[in-house]
C-alpha cells in the first residue's frame, strides 16, 4: 500500500460503518478506518460518539522508525 502526501491541510480518513453497540456508551455508531500512533499503522474499531477503540489491529507495515536514529 502506497501512501502519498496529503494536498490539502486536514487529513481524512474514509471511514467504514460497522455494525455493533459501543460497550462503553452503548451507541450505535462503529467504525473501521486506519490510525497512525507510535506503534506504526493500525486498522481500528472505533466509536464515533465516545472514541472508546473496540479493536486495534496492527497493519503489516509494521512500525514506524525514525530515520533520525540512523544517522
Known sequence: MKYVRPST???NVERTAVDGH???CGAADLA???V???GGWFEV???QTCLTS???VADEIGP???LSRSL
Open 64 to 66: 514506524i522508525e525514525l
Open 32 to 34: 473501521s478506518y486506519q
Open 9 to 11: 491541510p486536514t487529513v
Open 36 to 38: 497512525l500512533s507510535e
Open 45 to 47: 474499531v472505533k466509536c
Open 54 to 56: 473496540m479493536s486495534r
Open 22 to 24: 459501543c460497550s462503553a
